[in-house]
């Protein structure tokens, strides 16, 4: 099954490890923005939109960079139907 995570983009959802909400993330919590700047450097970073974003969604393969809420994605992730 997959999960949309925004734009025109599905990811399986067995392969989402992590979904991290970036508006609760504080400026001081140096280990969220290392962790971006790592994925960013290897190419593993991809933006799902130019909108402000909104949280993470981490795979097995790739970090996506997602305007869609933290708690519409785990319930889509939570949920049996295909979104």
Same mark, same amino acid.
């Given at each position: 099954m997959f999960i949309h995570i925004g734009n025109d %983009? =599905? @990811? %399986?959802? +067995? =392969?989402?490890?992590? @979904? @991290?909400d970036l508006?609760? @993330?504080?400026?001081?919590q140096k280990d969220v923005s $290392?962790?971006?700047?790592? $994925?960013? $450097?290897?190419?593993r970073l991809q933006y799902v939109t130019e909108d402000i974003p909104k +949280? /993470?969604?981490?795979?097995?393969?790739?970090t996506y960079v997602c305007s869609l809420s =933290? +708690? /519409? /994605?785990l319930n889509r %992730?939570?949920?049996?139907e295909n979104y």
């Open positions: %983009l =599905s @990811v %399986l959802k +067995s =392969s989402v490890t992590a @979904v @991290v508006e609760t @993330v504080l400026p001081t $290392e962790f971006i700047n790592s $994925e960013d $450097e290897q190419g +949280s /993470l969604v981490i795979t097995d393969n790739k =933290s +708690s /519409l /994605l %992730l939570t949920s049996s």
